[in-house]
């Protein structure tokens, strides 16, 4: 029973710690000596295999406690809303909820408190005082872990990632003569490397494979074959990750559901990273995508233009999506929201304008910007009292609203009183702006903001603002974390 291959926390395990550790034990150091001795490529070959091994173990055995963690801590979260669904309704003046008895609550805790102390001991929740069951079939085990060592795509079954291996022996016979000669000769010494740089899915990971397969390989291989391997390697890693990312049938199922004529041809001979991606994952999207390009003046053939527009369009606007709901669910310290995220990120305006638990009024922009300075945040300065203004009166049109709707509806005193300073705060800062010296206005903003309990925040959700310059700070803005981080594709590595 092999775990899910999820976590990989093996990779954690510093090289020098484990060969250490291998040299140190007697039965492993044996273990070394007979496969170097029965082994063409010696005790490089089988320190690697040792090493490896080591690895993969940590990896099963990581995989299973974490697989384990996860799925405790997923009923622990069933439970936690099941008893707190019961008591809102209890405390609310209500009696037990239909169908529910006073004993189910009881077995509730009883079963929150079972998942909890198991959480801390996993090893004796997953098999008590027996042996931890890492395979079913030994031989199985072995023959999976050397195929993955020797760098060969794993054919069994069980719903795992097939590889595309057609599409890799095309590529493999449009090679140059010389190109596949250094491929083979290359693989002849070091195979699982080669499929290490063959596998590689980013750029970054294909420069390191190269290095380590370079490096293995200097002395025995002379720079012109090692010059040939590198095309070689290039060109069946493209044909790799393209096949794996859209197959035909995949791409067929995509195309039948854009009904633009002009979209589909783009599409079908479009980057395999981006356009494809979302024409599979999200063809109504794409397809208002290709009505703004057209309207803005995209050609209808223009398929490079497209792509950049699509991809301008993920990295500004989805982008600062994500970072504005990733901020608001990661805000703690705020406790009710006036205005929450909204997919309407190109309209003006402070993001997000949230109560605290300390009753302070949070004014919020989001900036997930790569860079990690942001040196304006007009929402938040110029054009601070407009925004303040038009907020409060939007928040007491929405309130008057509901009481138009609901004569019995009464407003929250704390959202009333949040209003109110909002209010107050842009007359403020109006008159400010009116009188006295220009050199002082921002610490008079900034004390009319203290004086009403206002907050300047920047987030960065879905980037990496971590500094404001002196001017932002001087109106007691500062970057607020978020407790998290969103890394941002690059589709392609483009």
Same mark, same amino acid.
């Given at each position: 029973?092999? +775990?899910?291959?999820? @976590?990989?926390?093996?990779?954690?395990?510093?090289?020098?710690?484990?060969?250490?550790?291998?040299?140190?034990?007697?039965?492993?150091?044996?273990?070394?000596?007979?496969?170097?001795?029965?082994? =063409?490529?010696?005790?490089?070959?089988?320190?690697?295999?040792?090493?490896?091994?080591?690895?993969?173990?940590?990896?099963?055995?990581?995989? $299973?406690?974490?697989?384990?963690?996860?799925?405790?801590?997923?009923?622990?979260?069933?439970?936690?809303?099941?008893?707190?669904?019961?008591?809102?309704?209890?405390?609310?003046? %209500?009696?037990?909820?239909?169908?529910?008895?006073?004993?189910?609550?009881?077995?509730?805790?009883?079963?929150?408190?079972?998942?909890?102390?198991?959480?801390?001991? +996993?090893?004796?929740?997953?098999?008590?005082?027996?042996?931890?069951?890492?395979?079913?079939?030994?031989?199985?085990?072995?023959?999976?872990?050397?195929?993955?060592?020797?760098?060969? +795509?794993?054919?069994?079954?069980?719903?795992?990632?097939? =590889?595309?291996?057609? =599409?890799?022996?095309?590529?493999?016979?449009?090679?140059?003569?010389?190109?596949?000669?250094?491929?083979?000769?290359?693989?002849?010494?070091?195979?699982?490397?080669?499929?290490?740089?063959?596998?590689?899915?980013?750029?970054?990971?294909?420069?390191?494979?190269?290095?380590?397969?370079?490096?293995?390989?200097?002395?025995?291989?002379?720079?012109?074959?090692?010059?040939?391997?590198?095309?070689?390697?290039?060109?069946?890693?493209?044909?790799?990750?393209?096949? &794996?990312?859209?197959?035909?049938?995949? $791409?067929?199922?995509?195309?039948?559901?854009?009904?633009?004529?002009?979209?589909?041809?783009?599409?079908?001979?479009?980057?395999?990273? $981006?356009?494809?991606?979302?024409?599979?994952?999200?063809?109504?999207?794409?397809?208002?995508?290709?009505?703004?390009?057209?309207?803005?003046? %995209?050609?209808?053939?223009?398929?490079?233009?497209?792509?950049?527009?699509?991809?301008?369009?993920?990295?500004? @606007?989805?982008?600062?999506?994500?970072?504005?709901?990733?901020?608001?669910?990661?805000?703690?310290?705020?406790?009710?929201?006036?205005?929450?995220?909204?997919?309407?990120?190109?309209?003006?305006?402070?993001?997000?304008? %949230?109560?605290?638990?300390?009753?302070?009024?949070?004014?919020?922009?989001?900036?997930?910007?790569?860079?990690?300075?942001?040196?304006?945040?007009?929402? $938040?300065?110029?054009?601070?009292?407009?925004?303040?203004?038009?907020?409060?009166?939007?928040?007491?049109?929405?309130?008057?609203?509901?009481?138009?709707?609901?004569?019995?509806?009464?407003?929250?005193?704390?959202?009333?009183?949040?209003?109110?300073?909002?209010?107050?705060? &842009?007359?403020?800062?109006?008159?400010?702006?009116?009188? %006295?010296?220009?050199?002082?206005?921002? &610490?008079?903003?900034?004390?009319?903001?203290?004086?009403?309990?206002?907050?300047?925040?920047?987030?960065?959700?879905?980037?990496?603002?971590?500094?404001?310059?002196?001017?932002?700070?001087?109106?007691?803005?500062?970057? =607020?974390?978020?407790?998290?981080?969103?890394?941002?594709?690059?589709?392609?590595?483009?």
């Amino acid at each position: 029973m092999t +775990p899910p291959r999820r @976590y990989r926390v093996g990779r954690m395990l510093d090289a020098s710690a484990v060969r250490a550790a291998a040299d140190a034990h007697p039965r492993l150091r044996g273990f070394m000596r007979t496969l170097a001795e029965h082994s =063409e490529r010696g005790e490089p070959r089988s320190r690697a295999l040792l090493e490896f091994m080591i690895r993969r173990v940590v990896d099963d055995v990581g995989d $299973l406690h974490i697989g384990n963690a996860t799925a405790r801590l997923e009923r622990i979260q069933v439970l936690r809303d099941n008893i707190a669904a019961i008591l809102d309704h209890v405390l609310d003046g %209500g009696d037990l909820p239909e169908g529910v008895r006073m004993e189910t609550l009881g077995e509730y805790f009883e079963q929150l408190n079972t998942e909890m102390r198991e959480l801390s001991g +996993p090893r004796e929740a997953i098999v008590g005082d027996g042996p931890l069951p890492l395979y079913d079939d030994a031989a199985s085990y072995a023959r999976s872990l050397l195929r993955e060592f020797e760098g060969m +795509p794993d054919g069994g079954a069980g719903g795992r990632h097939v =590889e595309p291996a057609a =599409e890799l022996a095309a590529a493999f016979r449009r090679l140059p003569p010389e190109q596949a000669a250094a491929l083979r000769r290359a693989s002849e010494l070091d195979p699982r490397r080669v499929w290490q740089r063959v596998s590689a899915e980013s750029e970054a990971t294909a420069r390191q494979a190269t290095a380590q397969l370079e490096t293995a390989l200097a002395g025995r291989m002379t720079a012109e074959e090692l010059a040939r391997l590198r095309g070689a390697l290039d060109e069946l890693g493209r044909a790799r990750n393209t096949a &794996a990312q859209m197959n035909a049938t995949r $791409l067929a199922e995509a195309l039948a559901r854009i009904d633009d004529a002009d979209l589909r041809a783009v599409v079908a001979n479009g980057d395999v990273w $981006l356009i494809q991606q979302v024409a599979a994952h999200n063809p109504a999207a794409l397809t208002e995508l290709w009505r703004n390009f057209r309207r803005g003046g %995209g050609a209808a053939d223009d398929a490079g233009a497209f792509r950049a527009y699509v991809r301008h369009e993920m990295t500004h @606007y989805g982008r600062a999506a994500v970072g504005e709901y990733t901020a608001a669910f990661s805000l703690s310290s705020v406790e009710a929201f006036l205005r929450g995220p909204d997919a309407q990120v190109r309209e003006r305006g402070i993001d997000l304008i %949230g109560i605290g638990h300390d009753g302070w009024l949070w004014l919020i922009d989001d900036k997930s910007h790569r860079a990690s300075g942001v040196s304006s945040v007009t929402s $938040l300065t110029d054009n601070l009292a407009t925004n303040l203004r038009t907020d409060a009166a939007t928040f007491r049109g929405v309130l008057d609203d509901l009481r138009a709707r609901d004569p019995a509806f009464v407003p929250d005193p704390r959202v009333l009183d949040a209003i109110q300073r909002m209010a107050d705060a &842009a007359a403020e800062i109006d008159r400010i702006n009116r009188t %006295g010296p220009a050199a002082g206005r921002p &610490a008079r903003i900034a004390q009319a903001l203290e004086d009403r309990r206002l907050r300047l925040r920047v987030t960065s959700a879905a980037g990496q603002v971590t500094e404001l310059t002196k001017a932002l700070r001087d109106l007691g803005m500062a970057v =607020e974390p978020t407790g998290t981080a969103v890394p941002w594709p690059n589709p392609g590595g483009r």
